[in-house]
């Protein structure tokens, strides 16, 4: 059969076509009666096609080796109805719609007649819109042919089940002899006004047929003259519908004209595809299976691109499933499951082709494509699988996967105009699919970067112990921009940080990640939290600047909060400053839960220019902080006070380990639907003991560098690390020699062992020192280079009245020296 593409406004609005052709074949496929419309339709008059072969017309009949093999196959199928082409006197080719229906006469003779409408010249002022409509919707037609004196001659078997009239009273028989009504003697008083005319034009004619099978039913006739080879009239055509089976099916296709808006109410596309497959059946398909292209659900590998598929298919997992048995028993796969793909199955040809197949008689014969797939070939036998359509989902050049329609109990085949229906519900379908497959790509890359830009372990030193939890938002919202970090600095001292973009997706992803690493830049600067905030704002407006400059950019809403904290454990003090951030959760170590009075400060990133306070406090040692994002403490029923007060509670818990109170702070916030992403960082904090440290006040005279090189021996002996002595003796001479030189007043030396060894030298001078590449000739500028050579970092950072310059040791390998 050669299919023609049409649009399925075109199949839908094909009832408004008033001329549909008529031609009557015997078995061997020759016409023996024609109509004017035939003629206006192709050109030939009724004496030119009358006597010879439908393939004059008809294309598709010349295919079968002979024409009785064709009426075979055709009596077979119980006749055939779709959209095809046929060829016009002058050469051109026409798409129709067509249906060639079976009849029987008496003695078991059969005839065949072909109806076809000229899908592409519509009629604005069409009639008999039921009847001309049923021709490509599935309403069953009756259909009887009648002779000059309106004896019935032929029928099929649709009739029977119209009126009630079984074929052997209908026979020979004129209609008011086997239904005697008001109604028929009005139906046989049309027909003979077409006859007399011998017009072939469509009457409608409505009437109420008694039925001795039940209520009395409304059905559309319409009548048409059939001639001879020689023009003169030989009967004519009654064709017969239910109107209220045309009206079931037109409904159907409004349904499906529809159901696209209806397809695609989340952005999950486990959930599109069974809305896909759920809107399917039982409205045209016993069963429904839509099977997506793995990458699709998951938004992660390339995608497959229509045309690029080889000999090797792509690996497809069962996202819908529906059927009019329980359980869809007829699928051999549940949803998730990946499914099997028999090589040269329908399924195969459209994933290679991108185009739709249609099967309807599925050839269930031993040795057939169903036998690849024992496990499938045994459900479809088992089940009377009798006909598929298989539809690609793709868009935009993209193969996301197949839907595929199946019948069991309905004993008719798919058809051309089912398939017209299957795709453009499955085309609808594809767009809400898309959507849903660009946005888990996006939502996978923004969380795999979240993954990646989120710190995989928190490293609090001898200064706290950390835990965290992070709660992406709900798959409506999208990720967001929360991170939290936990950054060693010098002096066993700790930053903590906790910062939230605004917005979602990966745009506020990667912004997360940009402030993260200036974050982490101004920590190791070790910038007070008062001005790295200042700092920060600055670096959130500048961005902010930079994207707007872009000309490929669409500016989004730019802003962010932040709370940063330094903990340190020699003195367990911890200094803090926020911008728009709430305060943390402060537990002691009896249970009691605080929310310091911290200046709320504005956002980063609004350009206010308003200054940022930080605030000190001492916390004993063993206390809990909770660091959080508005995701914790806010929902859509609670205001954050009450948010607050249920996070204080959840941690009141000081004997439980980290990990226990993380548990139970997000236990309220994961039974519940998200709105923003939720992050919860906690730290018990620990302190050093006065033995792990030793400072001095150095005098400055002309030995202070050698009595610092001693001093600190001494106390690297006392501790039992004179391994080190090596490299802490010249680093602690170069920095105090630093110091002497470069500054006025006091000079003080501490060492701090926790898990490295810390030199720290103070002075008086502001300045931060650099390191310098010194010349052969230079008689200074070596020290710094010497410092970091002998340490594993080193560096500069403010203090009270001057500056701290600062090395760091390891201390593996030097006990038991």
Known sequence: MTRTTISIDQARHATDISDTAFALLDEQGTVVAWTQDAEHLVGYSAGEAVGRSAALVLPRFGVAATMSAYVEQCRAQNGWSGTTTVRHRDGRMLAVGMRISMLWGQGGAVRWLASATNICAQSEDAVNVLVQGSILDHAPIGVSVRDVELRSTWVNDVMESHDGVPRDRRLGFRITDSCPSAETEATEAMMRRVLRSGST????????????????????????????????????????????????????????????????????????????????????????????????????????????????????????????????????????????????????????????????????????????????????????????????????????????????ENPLPFQETDLLLAEELVSRAAVSLDKARRYRREHTAALALQRNLRPHRLRGGAAVEAASRYLPADIDRGVGGDWFDVIPLSGARVALVVGDVVGHGINAAATMGRLRTAVHTLADMEVPPDELLAAMDDTVQRLAEADADAPDWNPAVVGATCLYAVYDPVTRRCTMAAAGHPPPAIIDPRGKVTFPDLPTGTPLGIGLGALFEAVELELPEGSLLALYTDGMIETREDDIEEGMHRLGAALARPELSLEELCTRAMAPVEDQVACDDASLLLVRTRSLSPAQVASWVLPRDGTIVDRARNLAAGQLAEWGMEGLEGSVKPIVGELVANAVRHSAGPIGLRLIQHEALTVEVSDADFPSPRTRNARDVDEHGRGLAVVAQLSRRWGTRPAQGGKVLWAEVDLAHTYGR
């Open 201 to 408: 034009k469509v009457h409608e004619y409505r009437t109420w047929l008694p039925t001795p099978l039940g209520e009395e039913r409304p059905l559309a006739v319409s009548f048409s003259c059939l001639q001879g080879a020689d023009g003169r009239p030989l009967g004519g055509c009654t064709l017969s519908v239910d109107v209220t089976e045309s009206r079931r099916e037109r409904e159907r296709l409004t349904v499906l004209g529809e159901a696209g808006t209806r397809l695609g109410s989340t952005l999950d596309v486990m959930q599109t595809g069974q809305e896909l497959a759920d809107l399917a059946v039982p409205l045209f398909a016993d069963g429904v299976a839509v099977d997506l292209e793995q990458s699709v659900p998951f938004g992660e590998g390339a995608p497959v691109r229509i045309g690029s598929i080889g000999e090797r298919l792509p690996v497809l997992r069962r996202v819908g499933l529906a059927s009019i048995h329980q359980g869809a028993p007829e699928s051999p796969w549940v949803r998730g499951e990946r499914t099997l793909i028999p090589p040269v199955s329908p399924i195969a040809k459209v994933l290679r082709t991108g185009k739709s197949c249609l099967e309807p008689k599925v050839d269930t014969t031993p040795g057939g494509w169903i036998d690849e797939s024992p496990a499938l070939a045994q459900r479809i036998r088992d089940h009377g699988m009798h006909s598929v359509m298989v539809v690609p989902i793709r868009a935009r050049r993209v193969l996301l996967g197949i839907a595929v329609f199946i019948r069991t």
